[in-house]
């Protein structure tokens, strides 16, 4: 459900309110726990369905990675602000922040306002900016710049057709068989988790139960018979289906309730997706990597600047990352946000009060393992000669550093070089301590 | 480091046979080794069958006996001719949906959700209901490879003239034609922001797309700088959206000075009348309207084009994109001007077309085969919140590229395929219903459900048609074509 929201891009963004996603579900502790046989019998000894979940009481406890997505290609120039370059004003008549309009950082660079609830974050050191990044693709093309990210490519390139992320999840793998070590919130899953089992695409949790037919058909069976015909091959389709199953088990033992700490997160699809998000990983179902979408970026036309087009885009963002962390609270402790986008937009404005594709961008890290509270950019200036293509952000920091550094933690060597092939890593300060 | 595929399949399979078996051990499941792809299931289809899967929306139990009788080459020709006559009930049925009788602007009085409701209705009324079956599946095939997004500003007025005009117009045409038709599409140009491409300040959105998408393919041939002058060459190409002119007096009036709002307009004071250089050809300057008709010209007869649109639709009708076919392909488009039922025939006609790997059903494909397959009668309307929950609703693919075709995309979306069938079998959905007599009947005394709906045995026991019909839709087998 909800397709349009997730890759809402060239310029427009649809305001489709989902009312019926909005219901609650929310378990408590308690009740996972118990459905999964943790809580007060052995997970080994446990007799029941949910023993099809053996999430190993080791890995309850496991690291989670949320990436963001900002389909479209988010005007990074407009988000982090060079408000002291004269260049960007020059090059942006109608559509650059000045000074005061901006939340300052730095004394050169400043936050767009409408990421005001982001700011407590970053003064209190727990997020990081990262500016002027990218990847090396010089196409400007949408599919092709996500195609290099979404497989963690410098560029595009048809020898590797896994995603990143499920080359991470490969590597990593330890003793969870959680059928939802990846989560996608969304119709589809991204490229990012290509070739990965144990993900999942979720659109809504309310929505994801096996219907009986109204009484007609006797769900147990049903299920039970599904089991049977998946059961008989291993095809990508076969194996999926054994996993919506498990996964099915999985959710059917959340407990629902209305439970929800902190603010409330936005009436829209991309609040509710954070929300869903933040359920699954209170739940501690044994998710290690969950992606979510936010599309509408591609801003050719009526970008806006202090208000207009983008800016609600970054109220809804940073609403919501917002709700999302005050709602995890300690499990924030475990939990590392990386706020990516394919690429930035072209330095000056266009005639229709936007901007055309371009190439270096911002990006946002926040939670475990970020060094934060600090603005870490290489700036190569927005002069004549320092720009490149057409008019374009020269990207100065590889996006697969930073990406490198965010799992490194949680991955030996071989694993990293598996999962970013070919990169000479250079750790990035933002989320590996110097 | 790495396990044989052999070793993980193994690996796979036991861990499997635990969870069934409700042994408590823990499985190896996360332990094993992903391998790059999983392979969909080689077991072959029968010529028919696959035949019907490709070139029509499934194949129903009476479609097969037919292509058994007449043979493939008489079926490929009848669908390639597409004249067969359209039912009644379907015209009746299309002509009830209100919105569709209006063009541009005017239907500005229908809410978003009902324009986009009706399109998806006509959509899934003629795939189902249609005979010229080859026909409805290339205008899937082109409704993606032209997408537009109708829910961005007003395309949701113009989607239905484009569906009209370009897409069904021309789906068994010429290319060029295709082409040509897409880019004086208003909803196209909204969609792709040309309205705000002018002299002064060329937005290259349109421009971008066309070459990469529409004509050459990314790695087609051309650099930035063509993206430029392209987009050059299509400045002052926008739709008309002035208001009308009704101040004038009745001996003034003349009908011809009416402005048809929502119609394509070339705008010369927006349009830059300079020289340009495309793919290495030569723009003279002052050519107004006529530079994006060169345009077109020059990408049609481009040799990417052709490798581009055959590379695609080998990937679409035959699962694989190899070289010879391709190239045959591609070699009849050259031949024949880019005649989308010559490269067709050539492809239909081909053994890779029944040698070729399985292809994932897109959830569209799966709900039009499944009320194929069960000769249900639907009106097209409940059914789309179905479409809707499998991530395929018509027309809100938000990006230029259309939805995915490939297999990893759309597994996340059995469950939703899985409540389709159980609530199509069991008669929840309204508007549409099962025609369990007619299917049983073809059978005599004992109903064989599983292999009628889904042209195999699936080893099904039970003896409710209901569940059986309902679990012969959800098979991993129905869910390929």
Redesign the interface.
Known sequence: MAMNERFACKGYRAWTSRPDALARFEPTRRGVLAALGLGTVSWLGARSAFSQLVVAPARVEQPTLVVVFLRGGMDGLNVVVPYGDDDYHRLRPNLALRKAQVLDLDGTFGLHPKLAPLLPFYREGSMAIVHAVGSGDQTRSHFEAMAAMERGLFTDSDALASGWLARYLRASSGTSSSPLRAVAFGPVLPDSLRGATQATAIASLDDYRLTDGKGKLTRDAFAENLRRLYGKRQDEVSLAGLETLNVLDALHSLEPSRRQEGGPYPETAFGDAVRQCATLLKAEVGVEAACLDMGGWDTHVYQGSVEGWQAGLLDELARSLAAFVADLGPRMKRTTIVVMTEFGRRVKENEGLGTDHGRGSALFALGAGVQGGRLYVNWPGLGPGALEGPGDLRVTTDYRNVLWSAVSSSLGEPGLSETFPGLQPEPHPALVKA | ?AITRREW?AA??T???L??S?C?I????????????????DEADAPAIRLLNRTAFGAPADEVAKVERIGREAWVALQLEARQDEPLDLTLRLRRLESLQYEGFNTSDFKEQHLLDELQQAALLRAVHSPNQLRERMVDFWSNHFSI?A???NTRMLKAADDHRVIRRHALGKFPDLLWASAQSPAMLL???NQ?N?K??P???YA?ELL?LHALG?DGGYT?QDV?EVARCFTGWTVENRPPLTQLSQHDFDVRKLRARGRFRFDPDQHDDGAKQVLGHTIPAGQGEGDARQVVDILAKHPSCARFIARKLCRAFVGTADAPLVERVADRYTKTDGDIKAMLETLLLSDELLAGPPI?KRPFDYVASALRCTYAETDGRAVGDHL??????LN??????GY?DG??????????R??FA??L????IRGTKVAFDRLGKSMGGNVEWDRLVCGRP?G?SGNDP??LV??SL???EF??R
């Open positions: 480091m399949l796979v399979a861990g499997t046979a969870a069934i409700g408590e823990p499985r190896p499941f996360a332990a094993s080794r992903v391998p790059e792809r999983l392979e969909p299931p997004y829910r961005k500003a969609y792709l922001d705000a002018t002064r300040a937005n290259e959105n971008r990469e990314v930035q430029m994932l809707r929950k499998m991530g395929q609703p809100e693919w938000p990006m230029p590229d995915p297999t990893s995309e759309w597994t996340g979306s059995l469950l939703a899985w409540n159980a609530a079998a069991t008669d929840q699936l099904l209901a569940e309902a679990l959800c098979s991993p869910q390929w």
